[in-house]
């Protein structure tokens, strides 16, 4: 149906080839367009397209050093990224609201990082229908085991997808993994990853094994 344009693995805009203006093409039109179109402007042949964003909420500015991998992560696959202070406890009105809202401002995932009771990400799913992923930070008491369990442990209805405490680097990869179901170019991207990493391992293995050698 038309010429598709991309940078750094978003797509820019789609010059459609000629078609006949009818409900028939029209619906043919919007059928044929992916997951990850927000937002549509069609005029002089063109429709643009505008790529979801990931929210990293984080319940404290503390948790800065634990989220900052996910930042660096999502950053270096091209995901355009807003970093948030909210409260589940002290700013519960404002996390809800950043939730209701985040799907019509253009956010395909909702990252939130929480530490102790951490009912953030439960708060936040609560509002939402976006995919919410929780990272349990760790704390002086329990060592994040609490905040484990309290974004895990969600009832029926509201899921939380949890990593493990502090895994915010898989965090950003998961979030990624969902906005490339719709993103092509992005799922290459996490493919390749996937590959260095096999080679990365082959190669230690092989190193290994001249180590033995040597004993």
């Given at each position: 149906l038309g010429d598709v344009y991309k940078r750094q693995g978003k797509i820019l805009l789609i010059k459609m080839r000629h078609m006949p203006r009818c409900a028939h093409n029209q619906r043919i039109l919007h059928s044929t367009?992916?997951?990850?179109?927000?937002k549509i402007y069609e005029g002089g042949g063109k429709a643009v397209y505008h790529m979801k964003k990931v929210a990293l909420i984080m319940g404290s500015d503390?948790?800065?050093?634990?989220?900052?991998?996910?930042?660096?992560?999502?950053?270096?696959?091209g995901i355009e990224t807003e970093v948030r202070v909210m409260s589940a406890h002290r700013t519960p009105k404002q996390a809800q609201d950043f939730a209701e809202n985040a799907a019509k401002n253009g956010f395909g995932v909702i990252i939130a990082a929480a530490g102790m009771a951490a009912h953030l990400g439960g708060v936040l799913a609560a509002s939402t229908t976006l995919p919410v992923i929780g990272i349990p930070c760790s704390a002086k008491v329990l060592d994040g085991m609490d905040a484990m369990l309290a974004t895990v442990m969600m009832p029926p209805g509201?899921?939380?997808?949890?990593?493990g405490v502090n895994a915010a680097k898989n965090a950003a990869l998961l979030a990624a993994e969902i906005l490339a179901v719709g993103d092509d170019a992005l799922a290459k991207k996490l493919a390749d990853m996937r590959k260095d990493m096999e080679n990365a391992v082959i190669?230690?293995?092989k190193?290994?094994?001249?180590?033995?050698?040597?004993?």
């Open positions: 367009m992916p997951p990850a179109v927000q503390s948790d800065l050093p634990i989220v900052t991998p996910a930042v660096k992560q999502l950053k270096e696959l509201i899921p939380v997808a949890t990593v190669e230690k293995d190193a290994m094994q001249e180590k033995i050698k040597e004993i």
